[in-house]
C-alpha cells in the first residue's frame, strides 16, 4: 500500500503543470514578420512549445520560429 502510495506521489511530481512563457516571431497573413509571446501551461517545455505552435498556426500564422522558453511563477 505504501509503495502504491509513493508512486503515485512521484508520478504527481513528474505530470504537474508548470507556467511557460515562450517568445518567438511569426509571419502574418500580409507578410509581414511579427513578434509573438504567449504564456501556457503545460508539463514541460517541448510541451509549450508545441501548443505555442498549435496555437499560433490556428490563428494565421507561418513561419514560426521560437526563441525564448522560460518557466515563470506568479504569485
Not at 52 to 68: D, E, N
Amino acid at each position: 500500500m505504501l509503495n502504491q502510495i509513493n508512486e503515485r506521489n512521484k508520478l504527481n511530481k513528474l505530470n504537474k503543470l508548470k507556467m511557460f512563457r515562450v517568445n518567438g516571431r511569426a509571419v502574418n497573413k500580409r507578410g509581414l514578420t511579427v513578434g509573438i509571446t504567449q504564456d501556457v501551461t503545460a508539463t514541460s517545455d517541448k510541451e509549450a512549445v508545441a501548443e505555442v505552435i498549435r496555437l499560433t498556426t490556428a490563428k494565421g500564422f507561418s513561419h514560426i520560429r521560437i526563441v525564448l522558453v522560460r518557466e515563470v511563477n506568479y504569485a
